[in-house]
């Protein structure tokens, strides 16, 4: 079964290091999310991305973030001075045009700012 | 602006015994609900989802779930628990096509042996 993936699956980094969170989405979907989950905390929503452009976006998501598909297949996410409170888990999801209500997600990758 | 309440944040039930996990929402008009699950270090899984027609919804994993719009309530029901369902589970809701999710803070479920 397709499923979307996600590299790497652990970061640590330095504050004010950029991060690229990297994601393939299932081959034949179209809209594609970042999701993080802070420790303990509830699953939020980042971003959305579509045809080539961003959606909606959420508050969280302000200047430092921003996302990109390079080519066909990847999805990143980029934080460009990361802080102490970006350390979460997140979470690629993608969803197809016939059913785009329905997100898959990936594992997530679990990035730990130092 | 949507919202989800899982009011359990912790559950423990014997292994065969019978679950139900709360699910309150807000939206103002119909929603996309769904109900996913995360066992430890993996992904969010999806269990079920509803958007329309029969309010009884069935999923994998011998899960269901029924909708209740008088109640604002999406819980999810598991006539008998096996081990390996132990993981946490969030209920989620959409407000359309291609929009964002709103989670609830998860409910941890433990099954005893």
């Known amino acids: 079964e397709p499923e979307v993936t996600q590299t790497p699956s652990h970061q640590v980094t330095q504050m004010g290091q950029e991060v690229i969170l990297r994601c393939v989405p299932i081959s034949n979907h179209l809209y594609f999310y970042w999701y993080r989950q802070i420790l303990g905390q509830k699953v939020e929503f980042l971003v959305s991305f579509y045809n080539n452009e961003i959606s909606e976006k959420s508050e969280i998501f302000d200047d430092q973030f921003s996302v990109e598909r390079p080519d066909g297949s990847n999805f990143t996410l980029k934080i460009r001075s990361t802080k102490l409170e970006d350390s979460a888990m997140y979470f690629c999801?993608?969803?197809?045009?016939?059913?785009?209500?329905?997100?898959?997600f990936g594992p997530g990758t679990r990035l730990l700012v130092l | 602006a949507q919202s989800v309440t899982q009011p359990d944040i912790h559950i423990t039930v014997s292994e065969g015994a019978s679950l139900e996990l709360r699910c309150n929402y807000s939206y103002g008009a119909t929603p996309y609900l769904f109900w996913y699950v995360q066992s430890p270090g993996q992904g969010l899984q999806l269990l079920l989802k509803?958007?329309?027609?029969?309010?009884l919804v069935q999923g994998i994993k011998g899960f269901e779930a029924e909708f209740k719009r008088s109640q604002s309530s999406f819980n999810l029901r598991k006539p008998s628990v096996h081990w390996s369902d132990a993981a946490e589970y969030f209920c989620a809701v959409g407000a359309g096509t291609a929009s964002k999710l709103t989670f609830g803070t998860g409910t941890r479920l433990q099954v005893t042996l």
């Open positions: 509803y958007f329309s027609g029969d309010t």
């Open positions: 999801a993608s969803s197809e045009r016939r059913s785009a209500e329905t997100q898959y």
